[in-house]
């Protein structure tokens, strides 16, 4: 149990556009779900905190206009990079928090983004 | 400020040695200690988890030891397996709060 799923896993665009990515809580429900930021050989950034009918929280130095994030269900978080530009590209990781027992978060397997 | 500080940041081990990778941190409020492993263009996955009301904890090849008084836990990996080479992640957390990752340990582990 506790699968979370990502889509795209890797997505490829040019400068100036729009990308969405989508995060799944497969078997159970999550209020919480976070967004992260890793860059190579580094550890994962938090970006956002995203709560199921409520506005994401974000860490400081995140520019919320830029990574619009969405919680519209208790299985679906999604993260759109608006206006993606070459300095945008990463590993975006999601992670879903299980309500209840000691709250673990449980990943989804990553999306590679790469602008042009 | 890094809330969990992590060592080795890289780590090479022969097949079949003991692998062991350190973690500090400062926040006593921090209740809940786990452990991911990641491999290359993979999300990290829970390896193993420990709370500070118990000193050791073991599941298969890997055990955590914890120490409270000292602020300190870590990772040992029994019988490391070419298998096992990939980044480590230590973390903490207090109760439903965001998780405070370490910098990762990249194991390299050698036939």
């Known amino acids: 149990g506790a699968v979370v799923s990502q889509h795209p896993s890797w997505v490829i665009c040019k400068s100036g556009t729009s990308v969405k990515i989508e995060c799944r809580s497969l078997d159970f429900q999550a209020t919480t779900m976070f967004w992260y930021r890793q860059f190579p050989k580094q550890s994962l950034m938090l970006m956002a905190t995203s709560n199921e009918g409520s506005k994401a929280t974000y860490e400081q130095g995140v520019e919320k206009d830029k990574f619009l994030i969405n919680h519209a269900s208790l299985t679906l978080s999604t993260l759109t990079v608006t206006s993606a530009h070459p300095e945008d590209s990463s590993f975006y990781i999601c992670?879903?928090?299980?309500?209840?027992?000691?709250?673990?978060?449980?990943f989804g397997p990553g999306t590679r983004l790469t602008v042009l | 400020q890094q809330q969990v500080k992590q060592s080795p940041q890289s780590l090479i081990v022969q097949k079949g040695g003991i692998s062991i990778i350190n973690c500090a941190y400062e926040?006593?409020?921090?209740?809940?200690f786990p452990w991911y492993q990641q491999f290359p263009g993979k999300g990290p996955a829970l390896l193993i988890a420990?709370?500070?009301?118990?000193s050791e904890k073991k599941e298969g090849r890997f055990t955590i030891s914890f120490n409270k008084s000292a602020k300190q836990f870590s990772l040992h990996i029994m019988d490391s397996q070419p298998g096992d080479s990939a980044t480590y992640f230590c973390a903490a957390k207090t109760g439903a709060n965001n998780l405070f990752f370490g910098t990762g340990t990249r194991l390299t582990v050698i036939p």
């Open positions: 420990i709370r500070p009301d118990v």
């Open positions: 992670s879903a928090r299980f309500e209840g027992g000691y709250n673990e978060q449980f």
């Open positions: 926040n006593t409020a921090f209740d809940y």
